[in-house]
């Protein structure tokens, strides 16, 4: 690949970090400045964003509780939107062809409909990515909004295997087989332990067993990746294996954003339609407002699904392609569909990462769902006789619980907002609930109980620790608080806005490292030999 390529790309994701941007918008218009430049998409830029695309499917199926896929605002939420949104783009493009729009002239109603069908999708990549920045892909409304990705992923495999008019190999049947071999894969993965065999065997299962076994068989290898993914997802190691390949896809999922702008030369006609496309977002955004509060989701999981989901998907591009190489399209919308789907991610971003705000403005418009009507999993949590509470259970909160319970007595309750988490740490017999300390209404109806005199806020991101504090503090809790950190210029922000005491892992590590090698010592020589002479 020209290194040109990569230069540009990281002068655009440098340029996004001060206007407080996902690197990825940089990355987009990156793409569009090397077009501009005269650089075309090269087949090595090609390989690199489907391997990108490929590891960030498996990576979702790793993370994927093939249940959240049967739940009514996951499968309901996805098919009815999809319905009605074909429906509603087909009579706005059909108004905009009686406008007279160059490219929609002599347009059949079949194209048309595949072009609403193109437009209905959301975006995978980006809003993965952007859940993955915020940590927030198992909180409540990260579920919901991959599912229904998900569900859309699987509506465009079907249009795509039939539109190419060429059905799965008969061999494809005995991909079933995967499923009774499934414990076997997870088997192999406790053999290959950490480190680059981790990363080869997360890369053979993603790209050979995943993509191209699937592809040799005559079905889409992205799904395959999925699939195999979620096979492996039960597995202890599957997380740990999500962790070990994200470098590596993200960096890879740079080439599918400079791609998108790298696909043709826009003209200022592209341009104005992308834009009334792009104006049309709204439209599909409250499609998905109605359908999730319909499934009585709290206004804050509707409202941040939603933002999640509002954009166009690069699964449209592929839509429009194949469309076009059928000769039912012309090229041309293949690049206004490259346009709208970069703006809207520039959109999307911007909105996404004020989702909160957003939210926290918008509310007082929002009718406010009654707690008796809320979903199970959205609704308000019961503290119950806690005295004190641990935000975010990982090893460092889990053991901060355990302590504060056997050796200070305490009554203790953990909340965490990943529900494998909190499925998995009830079974063990810890007292813990699923809540999501980044939500400010979350904060409404927790900490009411003045039997609370401590919270620790162990989650693992400085900026979800920080706007616990402010909560807390914001709402007059006058008991003590106590945070940890990873580095030390974050321990000041939290002291000036009113932790009591803040705590360095990897400073505690050390401590703890050093007691337990003197305990280990005095076990080993109870005779009360401690000079080391044997070590």
Same mark, same amino acid.
């Given at each position: 690949?020209?290194?040109?390529?990569?230069?540009?790309?990281?002068?655009?994701?440098?340029?996004?970090?001060?206007?407080?941007?996902?690197?990825?918008?940089?990355?987009?218009?990156?793409?569009?400045?090397?077009?501009?430049?005269?650089?075309?998409?090269?087949?090595?830029?090609?390989?690199?964003?489907?391997?990108?695309?490929?590891?960030?499917?498996?990576?979702?199926?790793?993370?994927?509780?093939?249940?959240?896929?049967?739940?009514?605002?996951?499968? *309901?939420?996805?098919?009815?939107? %999809?319905?009605?949104?074909?429906? $509603?783009?087909? #009579? @706005?493009?059909?108004? /905009?062809?009686? !406008?007279?729009?160059?490219?929609?002239?002599?347009?059949?109603?079949?194209?048309?409909?595949?072009?609403?069908?193109?437009?209905?999708?959301?975006?995978?990549?980006?809003?993965?990515?952007?859940?993955?920045?915020?940590?927030?892909?198992?909180?409540?409304?990260?579920?919901?909004?991959?599912?229904?990705?998900?569900?859309?992923?699987?509506?465009?495999?079907?249009?795509?295997?039939?539109?190419?008019?060429?059905?799965?190999?008969?061999?494809?049947?005995?991909?079933?087989?995967?499923?009774?071999?499934?414990?076997?894969?997870?088997?192999?993965?406790?053999?290959? *332990?950490?480190?680059?065999?981790? %990363?080869?065997?997360?890369?053979? $299962?993603?790209? #050979? @067993?995943?993509?191209? /076994?699937?592809? !040799?068989?005559?079905?889409?290898?992205?799904?395959?990746?999925?699939?195999?993914?979620?096979?492996?997802?039960?597995?202890?190691?599957?997380?740990?294996?999500?962790?070990?390949?994200?470098?590596?896809?993200?960096?890879?999922?740079?080439?599918?954003?400079?791609?998108?702008?790298?696909?043709?030369?826009?003209?200022?006609?592209?341009?104005?339609?992308?834009?009334?496309?792009?104006?049309?977002?709204?439209?599909?955004?409250?499609?998905?407002?109605?359908?999730?509060?319909?499934?009585?989701?709290?206004?804050?999981?509707?409202?941040?699904?939603?933002?999640?989901?509002?954009?166009?998907?690069?699964?449209?591009?592929?839509?429009?392609? $194949?469309?076009?190489?059928?000769?039912?399209?012309?090229?041309?919308?293949?690049?206004?569909?490259?346009?709208?789907?970069?703006?809207?991610?520039?959109?999307?971003?911007?909105?996404?990462?004020?989702?909160?705000?957003?939210?926290?403005?918008?509310?007082?418009?929002?009718?406010?769902?009654?707690?008796?009507?809320?979903?199970?999993?959205?609704?308000?949590?019961?503290?119950?006789?806690?005295?004190?509470?641990?935000?975010?259970?990982?090893?460092?909160?889990?053991?901060?619980?355990?302590?504060?319970?056997?050796?200070?007595?305490?009554?203790?309750?953990?909340?965490?907002?990943?529900?494998?988490?909190?499925?998995?740490?009830?079974?063990?017999?810890?007292?813990?609930?699923?809540?999501?300390?980044?939500?400010?209404?979350?904060?409404?109806?927790?900490?009411?109980?003045?039997?609370?005199?401590?919270?620790?806020?162990?989650?693992?991101?400085?900026?979800?620790?920080?706007?616990?504090?402010?909560?807390?503090?914001?709402?007059?809790?006058?008991?003590?608080?106590?945070?940890?950190?990873?580095?030390?210029?974050?321990?000041?922000?939290?002291?000036?806005?009113?932790?009591?005491?803040?705590?360095?892992?990897?400073?505690?590590?050390?401590?703890?490292?050093?007691?337990?090698?003197?305990?280990?010592?005095?076990?080993?020589?109870?005779?009360?030999?401690?000079?080391?002479?044997?070590?």
């Amino acid at each position: 690949m020209d290194p040109i390529f990569i230069l540009v790309a990281f002068l655009g994701g440098l340029a996004a970090l001060p206007l407080r941007l996902p690197p990825l918008v940089g990355f987009l218009a990156a793409g569009f400045v090397l077009n501009v430049m005269g650089y075309e998409l090269t087949p090595t830029l090609s390989t690199i964003a489907d391997l990108g695309v490929t590891l960030l499917l498996f990576s979702i199926g790793l993370k994927l509780n093939v249940r959240s896929l049967l739940r009514g605002e996951v499968w *309901g939420a996805a098919s009815l939107h %999809m319905a009605a949104s074909i429906g $509603l783009l087909f #009579v @706005i493009l059909t108004g /905009l062809k009686l !406008l007279g729009i160059t490219l929609l002239q002599g347009t059949e109603t079949g194209v048309m409909l595949i072009l609403a069908f193109a437009l209905s999708f959301s975006s995978t990549v980006f809003a993965v990515k952007v859940l993955e920045d915020r940590s927030e892909t198992q909180t409540l409304y990260g579920r919901i909004a991959i599912g229904v990705l998900i569900m859309q992923d699987i509506f465009a495999v079907i249009f795509l295997t039939a539109s190419t008019g060429q059905l799965p190999s008969p061999w494809a049947l005995l991909l079933l087989a995967l499923i009774p071999a499934a414990p076997l894969l997870r088997g192999l993965m406790n053999r290959v *332990g950490h480190g680059d065999m981790e %990363m080869l065997f997360g890369f053979t $299962l993603a790209l #050979v @067993i995943g993509y191209q /076994l699937f592809e !040799l068989v005559g079905v889409k290898g992205d799904l395959g990746a999925l699939i195999i993914g979620i096979l492996l997802a039960p597995h202890f190691a599957a997380q740990r294996l999500a962790r070990a390949l994200f470098n590596t896809k993200e960096l890879l999922l740079v080439g599918f954003f400079l791609s998108i702008g790298l696909t043709a030369l826009p003209t200022w006609e592209h341009f104005g339609i992308a834009a009334i496309l792009l104006v049309l977002l709204p439209l599909k955004a409250l499609l998905f407002a109605g359908l999730f509060a319909g499934f009585r989701l709290r206004d804050r999981t509707t409202a941040l699904a939603t933002l999640a989901l509002a954009n166009y998907s690069e699964f449209g591009l592929i839509v429009v392609a $194949l469309s076009a190489s059928q000769g039912w399209l012309p090229a041309d919308w293949l690049v206004v569909l490259s346009l709208s789907v970069a703006m809207s991610f520039v959109l999307s971003a911007i909105l996404n990462s004020q989702n909160e705000a957003i939210y926290r403005r918008l509310r007082r418009f929002i009718p406010q769902t009654s707690d008796e009507r809320l979903h199970s999993e959205d609704s308000p949590i019961n503290l119950g006789d806690a005295t004190a509470v641990v935000l975010g259970m990982g090893k460092i909160g889990r053991g901060a619980y355990l302590q504060l319970e056997q050796r200070y007595g305490k009554r203790v309750l953990g909340i965490d907002n990943k529900h494998s988490t909190v499925e998995r740490l009830s079974e063990q017999g810890f007292r813990v609930r699923e809540g999501d300390a980044v939500d400010s209404d979350f904060w409404d109806k927790l900490l009411v109980s003045p039997d609370v005199k401590l919270v620790l806020l162990a989650m693992p991101h400085h900026a979800g620790n920080l706007f616990a504090l402010d909560q807390l503090r914001g709402r007059k809790f006058d008991g003590r608080i106590a945070a940890i950190v990873e580095y030390e210029d974050e321990a000041q922000p939290l002291l000036s806005r009113g932790a009591n005491a803040v705590f360095n892992v990897y400073d505690k590590a050390g401590v703890a490292l050093a007691d337990s090698a003197m305990e280990a010592k005095l076990m080993q020589y109870p005779q009360g030999d401690t000079s080391g002479s044997g070590v």
